[in-house]
């Protein structure tokens, strides 16, 4: 297994331990605290921090047990890969942001239970995940 393919399948593992806690942090809350624009930037915060020292934290550890691999660049084949990666999860993205849109303009009362802004920060991340998972699977795939 490669250190790109290694550390793409971490990162998808990440995301979805940061998915599965602000799901759970929006799923807590009422309708109208999802609405409230100070818990919502508080979350938001909160997912950055945690996505942030998470990756960091990986990044060092996975250079650490592979130094030999860890600073070289990628070559055409892993950059074509991650390019095509990078076209499915943008699909998802946008899947996601039309979502919110018609959950915006369709009226509250026949709409979802989760506030469009966090229906985006949602779509970016499962779009994340399956970008992350798509390219360890290319990279497997060869």
Not at 18 to 33: D, G, I, K
Not at 92 to 106: D, E, H, K, P, R
Not at 116 to 131: D, F, K, T, W
Request: contains cysteine.
């Amino acid at each position: 297994m490669s250190y790109t393919q290694k550390s793409r399948l971490l990162e998808m593992c990440i995301t979805m331990v940061v998915l599965f806690n602000y799901l759970q942090s929006v799923l807590s809350m009422t309708p109208e605290a999802q609405m409230d624009p100070l818990l919502a930037s508080g979350l938001l915060i909160s997912l950055t921090i945690q996505t942030v020292v998470m990756l960091i934290v990986m990044h060092i550890i996975l250079a650490i047990f592979n130094t030999k691999y860890a600073n070289q660049a990628k070559d055409e084949r892993e950059q074509a890969i991650a390019l095509k990666a990078k076209s499915v999860a943008l699909f998802i993205l946008q899947l996601g942001v039309v979502n919110a849109v018609f959950a915006m303009l369709i009226d509250p009362h026949f709409g979802f239970a989760i506030s469009p802004v966090h229906q985006l920060v949602i779509a970016a991340l499962v779009s994340e995940i399956i970008g992350a998972g798509a390219e360890a699977w290319l990279l497997y795939r060869g």
